[in-house]
């Protein structure tokens, strides 16, 4: 009988498109989790952890601070952290694996890595991409990248506190700039609604202009706490769609509806193992290159 392994590369094989579904776990699998503490991300922030007794990245991004200098004190660091922290070998891995097929990539994460793998043509961002700032109200609807502005921050920080005249400010209207990251203002704009329409257009393209082909659904990493963004919509393809095969590669155990049974595969365990070993199977078929 064949492995799991063995036979989600014949589906990759045999898949005329691939739509990848990339949550937090994909991060996760690459050391990058921002729910928890892990050595790369937390060798940015240690001072801050220490100081705040942040239980988690991301605690520290949605902290109520004294001052504006001390929250863009922390932005500023952690966003640095995200420009200059290498691609993770997961996302290496999925890009040999998808090298030679018609993919697009919807994710949640908002750390970079996709865009590092993927030409933006190919990818939704639909949670938006710490690499970039927006206006707090928003006032307009253009979206800023940040490196040079980050860069700066850091070279300045006095501690853990911003001075002031770095603070990051609208051009428009004088505001302060926030990460283009969602919650209450997050910006869904012309860069946020192209990335949607791509993602639209691709399935259409796939499921209603080329009748009959393969389209395979690779879902990485995805947890359950914004299921209406990847699952639930694959699922529902799955179900919709005679030639649409669903595949979740998760590090906890997950499951299917039961109508999905014929038409699905789950693979727990750790993602960047599985997708390493994905990829070697695919070299040794001459898919894909070492």
């Not at 939704?124 to 307009?140: D, I, R």
């Not at 860069?191 to 990485?220: I, N, P």
């Not at 365990?269 to 695919?282: I, V, Y």
Request: proline fraction near 4%; charge should be negative; hydrophobic fraction near 35%.
């Amino acid at each position: 009988m064949k492995t799991e392994i063995e036979y989600l590369a014949e589906l990759i094989q045999q898949a005329d498109a691939i739509v990848v579904g990339a949550g937090s776990g994909l991060s996760s699998a690459a050391g990058y989790n921002h729910y928890h503490w892990m050595p790369a991300i937390e060798s940015y922030l240690q001072e801050f952890k220490e100081y705040y007794q942040f239980t988690s990245p991301f605690a520290g991004f949605y902290y109520c601070y004294s001052s504006l200098e001390q929250q863009w004190a922390y932005y500023a660091k952690y966003i640095y952290s995200m420009w200059h922290l290498p691609t993770g070998q997961p996302y290496l891995d999925l890009q040999a694996i998808l090298a030679d097929k018609d993919c697009f990539v919807l994710t949640t994460n908002v750390d970079g890595q996709c865009r590092r793998v993927f030409p933006q043509e190919r990818l939704c961002e639909y949670q938006g991409n710490m690499g970039y700032f927006q206006c707090s109200q928003p006032c307009h609807e253009h979206i800023y990248e940040n490196r040079d502005a980050v860069e700066a921050m850091n070279r300045a920080l006095q501690g853990m506190v911003l001075p002031t005249h770095l603070l990051p400010r609208c051009p428009a209207c004088g505001r302060i700039m926030v990460p283009w990251v969602r919650d209450d203002t997050f910006l869904e704009g012309t860069a946020w609604q192209e990335g949607v329409a791509r993602y639209h257009a691709f399935l259409r393209h796939w499921l209603m202009e080329q009748t009959g082909k393969k389209l395979l659904l690779l879902e990485l990493g995805v947890g359950e706490m914004t299921p209406s963004i990847i699952k639930l919509p694959f699922w529902q393809l799955t179900a919709q769609n005679e030639n649409v095969f669903y595949a979740c590669l998760n590090q906890k155990d997950s499951h299917a509806p039961e109508h999905l049974k014929g038409k699905s595969l789950y693979l727990q365990g750790d993602l960047a193992e599985t997708l390493s070993r994905l990829r070697q199977k695919l070299c040794k078929t001459g898919s894909v290159s070492r």
